[in-house]
């Protein structure tokens, strides 16, 4: 992404390079991260003590949680961005910014999504039932932060990686499904269940299987787009202004089934995508071309 010359106190007219104040910037968004994450925590303690103290229904706490970390994945595409704007690029931020995605992405989920699936199933009918599934719950929750820490482990390491089914060259591809996705795809759910906590086993056991594919999905090799080829200096056509402003609009007024289909389309497009590669390589194992005839020399 090409830089762009900010005029005013964010740059050094005389050498052109930004100003100190400039760093600050993308480290604030990062920190409004971080903060997020740690909101989305407490929230969760917060939901769980009052669901104990006899709370029933939707649960306001988990509410702030998912919304929290909503928020998060929002700040999370910005402040890269900023820093490339503004070329304000470093190591401490790169640092920064993967230890922030292990706390939100990471921690923050997991322990909502114990809390708001496991922790209240009732189990009257099979007590046996409960210690199974809690096992279960702490171990795929616990994997969801294990391999959320791996997946922004290997992108801190790797340069230029190559998904395991490469698109189109004129595109940008994350190798496997990025932390912020997959956390965002666990407060989606959340959200348009009106955070009321799953009492019934069988959805339990469900939900730990989402989560089972989350974590497998963000250490897969499997493309996702990651939109980074989109720049936000350069003009933008009639129609691309015309869905902005409709997303926007669907998403103030209808959140909860808008923020659940993106969620659900973006982490089911690496999985088609996949699935639709295997699907041709398979036809052309069955139906190799022809070959042309030789032609006498």
């Given at each position: 992404?090409?830089?762009?010359?900010?005029?005013?106190?964010l740059?050094?007219r005389q050498?052109?390079?930004?100003?100190?104040?400039?760093y600050?910037?993308?480290?604030?968004?990062?920190?409004?991260?971080?903060?997020?994450?740690?909101?989305?925590?407490?929230?969760?303690?917060?939901?769980?003590?009052?669901?104990?103290?006899?709370?029933?229904?939707?649960?306001?706490?988990?509410?702030?949680?998912?919304?929290?970390?909503?928020?998060?994945?929002?700040?999370?595409?910005l402040?890269?961005?900023?820093?490339?704007?503004?070329?304000?690029?470093?190591?401490?931020?790169?640092?920064?910014?993967?230890?922030?995605?292990?706390?939100?992405?990471?921690?923050?989920?997991?322990?909502?999504?114990?809390?708001?699936?496991?922790?209240?199933?009732?189990?009257?009918?099979?007590?046996?039932?409960?210690?199974?599934?809690?096992r279960?719950?702490?171990?795929?929750?616990?994997?969801?932060?294990?391999?959320?820490a791996?997946?922004?482990?290997?992108?801190?390491?790797?340069?230029?990686?190559?998904?395991?089914?490469?698109?189109?060259?004129?595109?940008?591809?994350?190798?496997?499904?990025?932390?912020?996705?997959?956390?965002?795809?666990?407060?989606?759910?959340?959200y348009?269940?009106d955070?009321?906590?799953?009492?019934?086993?069988?959805?339990?056991?469900?939900?730990?299987?989402?989560?089972?594919?989350?974590?497998?999905?963000?250490?897969?090799?499997?493309?996702?787009?990651?939109?980074?080829?989109?720049?936000?200096?350069?003009?933008?056509?009639?129609?691309?202004?015309?869905?902005?402003?409709?997303?926007?609009?669907?998403?103030?007024?209808?959140?909860?089934?808008?923020?659940?289909?993106?969620?659900?389309?973006?982490?089911?497009?690496?999985?088609?995508?996949?699935?639709?590669?295997?699907?041709?390589?398979?036809?052309?194992?069955?139906?190799?071309?022809?070959?042309?005839?030789?032609?006498?020399?």
């Amino acid at each position: 992404m090409a830089k762009i010359n900010l005029p005013g106190p964010l740059m050094d007219r005389q050498n052109r390079r930004p100003r100190r104040a400039a760093y600050a910037l993308p480290t604030l968004f990062t920190a409004g991260n971080l903060y997020l994450g740690f909101l989305s925590i407490l929230k969760s303690f917060e939901g769980s003590m009052a669901i104990k103290g006899g709370l029933v229904g939707s649960i306001p706490q988990f509410e702030i949680a998912a919304k929290a970390i909503g928020v998060a994945v929002l700040l999370d595409g910005l402040d890269g961005r900023i820093a490339r704007l503004t070329g304000t690029e470093s190591d401490f931020g790169r640092e920064m910014d993967s230890l922030a995605d292990v706390i939100t992405f990471g921690i923050a989920p997991a322990v909502l999504a114990f809390a708001w699936g496991v922790q209240f199933v009732d189990f009257t009918a099979d007590p046996m039932i409960r210690e199974h599934l809690l096992r279960a719950g702490v171990f795929l929750c616990f994997l969801f932060l294990l391999c959320s820490a791996a997946r922004l482990a290997r992108f801190n390491v790797q340069t230029n990686p190559v998904p395991k089914n490469p698109g189109r060259p004129d595109r940008k591809y994350f190798v496997g499904l990025p932390t912020p996705a997959s956390a965002g795809a666990v407060a989606a759910v959340i959200y348009a269940a009106d955070c009321v906590p799953i009492r019934w086993w069988p959805v339990a056991a469900f939900w730990l299987g989402l989560m089972g594919l989350l974590s497998f999905l963000m250490v897969s090799t499997w493309r996702y787009r990651s939109f980074k080829d989109l720049s936000l200096v350069r003009p933008r056509s009639t129609l691309t202004v015309v869905t902005l402003g409709s997303l926007i609009y669907l998403i103030w007024n209808y959140s909860q089934p808008v923020l659940l289909g993106m969620a659900v389309a973006y982490t089911g497009s690496g999985i088609v995508i996949r699935a639709g590669g295997i699907v041709r390589r398979w036809i052309r194992r069955q139906h190799p071309p022809p070959h042309p005839h030789q032609q006498p020399g």
